[in-house]
């Protein structure tokens, strides 16, 4: 009913810029909060940052400035520049969309991951 489409991730020297992109199709009435989390191997999912109808936004700890977090509501489209990249952040990133469907259903979405690898 819901489908995210990732797109942005790859291999960028330490210092270096991403920007991850995740499209959000499908039965959707409305969209609450949409966020990115990232999980390195052997480690838990965490959050990286999100951000809610309002443009509220929030953000992990380990992100100190260098990560900026948008949306596009007409689009349903959610974006995440990330700047002075460390080897630490290096992970899969997944987005993450929380909503409503047409028909009163809330919906709860993951995408299939983008890879992330920051060499140092």
């Known amino acids: 009913q819901v489908h995210l489409a990732e797109s942005g991730g790859g291999l960028v020297q330490a210092g270096g810029s991403l920007r991850l992109s995740c499209a959000a199709s499908g039965s959707i009435s409305s969209v609450n909060h949409m966020s990115w989390y990232r999980q390195a191997p052997g480690k838990q999912r965490e959050l990286v940052a999100l951000?809610?109808?309002?443009?509220?936004?929030n953000y992990g700890d380990f992100v100190k400035g260098r990560f900026t977090i948008a949306r596009d509501n007409a689009k349903n489209t959610l974006s995440l520049q990330m700047n002075s990249l460390k080897s630490e952040d290096t992970a899969v990133y997944y987005c993450?969309?929380?909503?409503?469907?047409?028909?009163?259903?809330?919906?709860?979405?993951w995408g299939q991951g983008t890879q992330v690898t920051v060499s140092s």
């Open positions: 951000i809610n109808s309002g443009n509220f936004t």
């Open positions: 993450n969309v929380v909503g409503w469907l047409y028909w009163g259903e809330a919906f709860n979405v």
